[in-house]
């Protein structure tokens, strides 16, 4: 069992920047591939990044402005996000699991989300 807790949320101009971090509990935390996806109002949840080990995986809308990072030794999975845009307004979720597949679609852990929006 894991339990992620995210923080970092906020209000951003467009534009900027904003660091999401994800703290997760248990001492397995280098064992799973961690990811991130969020969910603007009306619309589906989605699939923003992952990370398992030194291999990265980006949605293709925020390619080239987001990092994923992970840092075992502090069990945190981070999401630096730059050149923020009105279109990156959500809830973002941290997410994990053992396999690579499945944290890109369907993870089975998963945080309770923090906001972030973007003002134009």
């Known amino acids: 069992q894991v339990q992620l807790v995210e923080s970092g949320g906020g209000l951003v101009q467009a534009g900027g920047s904003l660091r999401l971090s994800c703290a997760t509990s248990g001492r397995t935390f280098s064992s799973y591939v961690m990811g991130w996806f969020r969910q603007a109002p009306g619309k589906e949840r989605e699939f923003v990044a992952a990370?398992?080990?030194?291999?990265?995986y980006y949605a293709d809308s925020v390619n080239g402005r987001f990092t994923i990072s992970r840092d075992n030794a502090k069990n945190t999975v981070y999401l630096y996000m730059n050149s923020l845009k009105p279109e990156d307004t959500a809830v973002y979720y941290c997410?994990?699991?053992?396999?690579?597949?499945?944290?890109?679609?369907?993870?089975?852990?998963w945080g309770r989300g923090t906001q972030v929006t973007v003002s134009s």
């Open positions: 990370i398992n080990w030194g291999r990265t």
């Open positions: 997410a994990a699991d053992p396999k690579v597949s499945t944290v890109l679609t369907a993870p089975n852990y």
